[in-house]
């Protein structure tokens, strides 16, 4: 079945670093989803991305599809404590209606 | 809007009894997915439904159960507890679930331990 995992699974950094999360699907895409999860809450949706290439950026946050529509990734310029939490992947294979979520990066930000 | 509302927040119980969890998504919203997230496995696909029909299933045994109403609230069960069942339990609503319409919205989490 399909499978998405994420790397690195944890970094630490300190505030002001950047930091970089790589999602990497073992099959084509039709679309990633990023989800950031604080810690003790839930996941909460960021950014969908649809397009093979596509690019978009919230503030400080870059999200990339790769051409082949089999990787992602996720790109925090400065990071801040409040970027704190678990950033997941997802994504869906042809017009299946099925979720798969990545295994997850845990971001730890100390000052 | 309200939000994805899941009942109860937490959860006690002992192996062998059963349990069941409810979901109620944001108005409008006709699909229902449940996750199951541990520390070590991530977050797990249970199962998804629409129009009170499971529409897809995950790797989890016959033990796991679900329904839809046709209100759109879900519920799910989980019968003959086993202590790795322990988790908390995510429920996620979306428009209909279809590709470019399935943006999942979740609730806070049902957290069972079973002992």
């Known amino acids: 079945g399909q499978q998405v995992m994420q790397i690195p699974q944890y970094q630490h950094v300190q505030e002001g670093e950047d930091f970089t999360t790589y999602c990497n699907s073992s099959?084509?895409?039709?679309?990633i989803q990023w989800y950031k999860q604080r810690p003790g809450g839930h996941p909460v949706f960021l950014i969908q991305?649809?397009?093979?290439?596509e690019v978009k950026k919230q503030k400080r946050l870059t999200f990339q599809f790769g051409e082949a529509k089999k990787n992602s990734s996720l790109h925090i310029t400065a990071t801040q404590t409040t970027d704190v939490g678990t950033y997941f992947c997802?994504?869906?294979?042809?017009?299946?209606?099925?979720?798969?979520f990545g295994t997850g990066t845990r971001l730890q930000v100390t000052l | 809007k309200a939000g994805v509302t899941q009942t109860p927040r937490y959860l006690i119980k002992t192996r062998g009894q059963q349990v069941t969890l409810s979901c109620s998504p944001i108005s409008g919203h006709r699909s229902v997915s449940w996750y199951q997230q541990t520390p070590g496995q991530g977050l797990q696909f249970l199962f998804e439904y629409f129009s009170e029909t499971q529409r897809n299933k995950g790797n989890f045994p016959g033990r796991f159960s679900g329904r839809q109403f046709s209100n759109s609230r879900s519920e799910m069960n989980v019968s003959t507890l086993e202590l790795g069942d322990s988790a908390l339990y995510l429920c996620?609503?979306?428009?209909?679930?279809?590709?470019?319409?399935?943006?999942?919205?979740f609730g806070a989490g049902t957290r069972l331990s079973v002992l």
């Open positions: 099959t084509t895409l039709s679309n």
């Open positions: 991305l649809v397009k093979s290439g």
């Open positions: 997802a994504g869906n294979t042809g017009t299946a209606s099925k979720l798969t």
């Open positions: 996620a609503s979306s428009l209909d679930g279809r590709v470019g319409k399935n943006i999942q919205y």
